[in-house]
């Protein structure tokens, strides 16, 4: 070995040795002054979304509206789920991290997507019933070489961010109630902060913050109150039982699961929780003798240190139509009246927009964003809506907009500060609603108080006569989705783009930008200021999640989780018109070159006709059993949304165990449930109705 050798050897090793030593070879750790400054650092995406304002603004404008046209396929990754994607990719040291189906976790190289490691759940398949609106997961939170994850059966794990090995977990959820965990957890002041799902099914909401490091719960807050007789936890509760009427403990356990968004300003400490719609649906089964049901459907500001209230406003007093406050709340400093206004602002699915001082929770303006006949608008002085008078339904069918899916659900909605705009993935919609009949607690099972398969006009529910709705919000069906682009400060709408399909979440950048996933499969990119379409490309499968964007060695990416399901993918048909498709992570870049193959879904199942003999009546009755039991998963009318198996393409061997399969459990590990409180005869009417749609389709029907 020569002497010049040697001597650059010792140069590589000192070298080596220096970086090591200064810590350049040592990711950055997200820690609390990470979080704090995230909106600031725009190579990485640290939290949901994306601050803790929960703006999914990024300041990168390598991409923007000049160069978007040349956005081409970076990579492409499989998580190997076929059911609903959610979540929101976080990008921190070079690795992306994101969810796929009940609740896995992978982690991939943000250059390459190389997969670095993943981690299997394990969730309890028997659980996957529990959960209203599909086994999705929308994302993780990453704090001091941790990565969070809320589990679908209610556990909340801790994983090595390195590795993907388990540090702790903790069941956050009575494991015999139907709770489930969907959303993402927040960190913040070094607690993890989880809530929950399962008002539908019948449960008691509240929102946890955990020990970040060890797991040891340090406060939990009920988002309404228990059984007075059992002492309440504190006067918080004492004051929301006020608002309640009757057993309402016993029937449901209330409701209003924190089962999404959270917000947090940290100057302030406080952090904002989003809560849910009421157990049962209809208020006259939880709280016969009416009150405001605190504190469902609510915006609630509670002290971080304690998980005690600080204020709230209740979007929704008394709900009665699943209206939840779940949505996105995003944090802002607005002029407003000439002064700065420190605000949080929220599209709950009740269709208003609403802007709080968020100090104070003062309400500063409610305006419609989508089409409301359930208000005539919202009383700024009382804070309260001003109710139409068909809006509490009864026995009579009324049809209201928006219906339970909300006019924004959880996609999340994105705030551009340079244009002042929220980008809203709205939905005009309408749902009839009426009080079931003959209505009994299944416990463990759907038990709104409301019948799905109702559609009016019906002998057994009379549709409400036009002339006793409030003029001007009669009954009209409607059905529209758009990106709907909003002034907070105006409170009025500044462009529209109305989709024939679904919008998914939203993301806004610097480069005047704001990008968009469809229930069709395009993923496309418009300007922030007016809304022209810039770019699109097919991904061949259902895009629900929001978008995210980093960069990393002198490139910015956007990546976006395709993947259809959730509750509108199991209730409706698959746009894309596939059979079951597998979810993909599609990652994009400037002048892109791999190879976009778009998702392809499975092959339908062949049709081989099966006989059946059954009269009109038979088949009618086995529609409506089906509508209440079973369209929730298997599809409106049997048209399935592609996640859960569509009926009419079932084998004739499943036919012939459709007892042992609906009424005995046989499919229980599948996640189906086992409907053992339903009786022969009740399976036998599903069975012939689902014969009678094999057959309709097979003679040329959808
Ligand atoms: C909570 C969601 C859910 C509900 C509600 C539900 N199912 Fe299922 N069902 C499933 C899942 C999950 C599977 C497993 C197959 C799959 O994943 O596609 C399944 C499978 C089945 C199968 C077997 C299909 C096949 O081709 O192998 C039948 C039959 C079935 N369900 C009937 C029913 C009936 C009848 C009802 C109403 C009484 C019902 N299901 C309600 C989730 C549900």
């Not at 080596?16 to 725009?42: F, T, Y």
């Not at 489930?180 to 927040?186: D, H, K, L, Q, V």
Request: net charge neutral; hydrophobic share 40%; charged share 20%.
């Amino acid at each position: 070995m020569t002497r010049k050798a040697l001597t650059a050897t010792t140069i590589l090793i000192i070298g080596l040795a220096a970086s090591i030593c200064s810590g350049e070879a040592k990711p950055a750790q997200v820690d609390d002054a990470a979080l704090r400054n995230a909106a600031s650092a725009p190579d990485e995406w640290i939290t949901i979304g994306r601050d803790y304002a929960e703006t999914r603004f990024s300041p990168l404008r390598q991409i923007n509206s000049s160069n978007v046209a040349r956005l081409g396929l970076a990579w492409s990754y499989d998580p190997g789920s076929l059911r609903g994607l959610e979540a929101t990719p976080l990008v921190a040291n070079g690795v992306l991290y994101a969810t796929s189906d009940w609740s896995n976790v992978f982690a991939l190289d943000a250059r390459t997507g190389r997969e670095l490691w993943r981690w299997d759940a394990k969730a309890d398949r028997i659980r996957g019933y529990r959960a209203c609106c599909d086994v999705v997961n929308r994302g993780v939170a990453l704090y001091k070489g941790k990565v969070y994850v809320g589990v679908i059966d209610g556990r909340l794990a801790a994983l090595d961010a390195a590795t993907g090995t388990l540090r702790w977990e903790v069941q956050t959820t009575p494991v015999d109630e139907p709770y489930t965990i969907t959303g993402a957890p927040r960190v913040v002041d070094g607690k993890v902060i989880i809530g929950n799902g399962g008002s539908e099914l019948g449960v008691r909401g509240f929102v946890s913050a955990y020990d970040a490091e060890t797991g040891k719960l340090i406060w939990r807050f009920y988002t309404v109150p228990g059984d007075p007789a059992k002492g309440f936890e504190n006067e918080d509760m004492r004051k929301a039982a006020e608002t309640w009427t009757g057993e309402w403990w016993k029937n449901g356990g209330g409701g209003g699961t924190a089962w999404d968004s959270f917000a947090y300003d940290p100057d302030a400490k406080l952090l904002y929780v989003g809560t849910g719609n009421g157990s049962a649906w209809d208020r006259s089964l939880r709280s016969p003798g009416g009150g405001d049901n605190l504190y469902l459907s609510s915006i609630v500001a509670l002290h971080v240190e304690t998980g005690r209230v600080a204020w709230y406003y209740q979007t929704t007093p008394g709900d009665q139509w699943d209206y939840t406050a779940v949505q996105q709340m995003t944090l802002a400093d607005l002029q407003i009246g000439g002064r700065t206004r420190k605000v949080i602002m929220q599209a709950p699915k009740n269709g208003f927009f609403y802007v709080l001082d968020r100090l104070t929770g003062e309400l500063l303006s409610a305006e419609p964003y989508a089409k409301v006949t359930w208000a005539k608008g919202v009383d700024l002085k009382t804070g309260r809506p001003i109710e139409t008078r068909q809006a509490r339904y009864g026995d009579k069918a009324v049809m209201l907009s928006p219906g339970p899916g909300g006019a924004h659900n959880w996609h999340p909605m994105s705030f551009n500060p340079n244009t002042g705009l929220v980008y809203i993935p709205a939905i005009e919609s309408s749902f009839t609603y009426v009080r079931e009949r003959d209505f009994r607690r299944v416990p463990g099972f759907w038990n709104m108080g409301i019948d799905l398969a109702a559609r009016g006009n019906s002998a057994q529910y009379p549709a409400l006569p036009e002339s006793e709705y409030e003029p001007g919000t009669g009954p009209e069906v409607g059905a529209a989705s758009s990106l709907l682009a909003w002034d907070p400060v105006a409170a009025k709408p500044r462009w529209r783009i109305k989709h024939e399909a679904t919008g998914g979440g939203t993301l806004t950048t610097a480069g005047n930008l704001v990008f968009q996933g469809l229930s069709d499969g395009r993923f496309v990119a418009y300007t922030a200021d007016t809304g022209a379409k810039l770019w699109e490309v097919q991904l061949g499968n259902g895009i629900m999640a929001a978008p995210g964007t980093y960069f990393l060695d002198g490139k910015q990416y956007v990546s976006v989780l395709v993947g259809w399901g959730g509750a509108s993918g199991l209730y409706a048909p698959n746009p894309t018109q596939q059979y079951k498709a597998p979810g993909r992570l599609f990652t994009f870049v400037l002048d892109g070159e791999a190879k976009l193959e778009p998702v392809r879904g499975i092959e339908r199942p062949p049709l081989t006709p099966i006989e059946y003999n059954s009269t009109p009546a038979e088949v009618e009755r086995g529609a409506t059993i089906f509508g209440r039991r079973c369209s929730m998963c298997h599809g409106i009318a049997a048209v399935s949304g592609g996640a859960i198996a569509d009926l009419r393409y079932a084998l004739p061997a499943t036919y012939d165990s459709f007892d042992q399969i609906v009424r005995q459990g046989a499919y229980q590990a599948l996640g189906m449930p086992k409907f053992d409180f339903l009786s022969e005869a009740d399976v036998a009417a599903v069975k012939s109705y689902l014969l009678f749609r094999r057959k309709e389709l097979m003679d040329g029907a959808r």
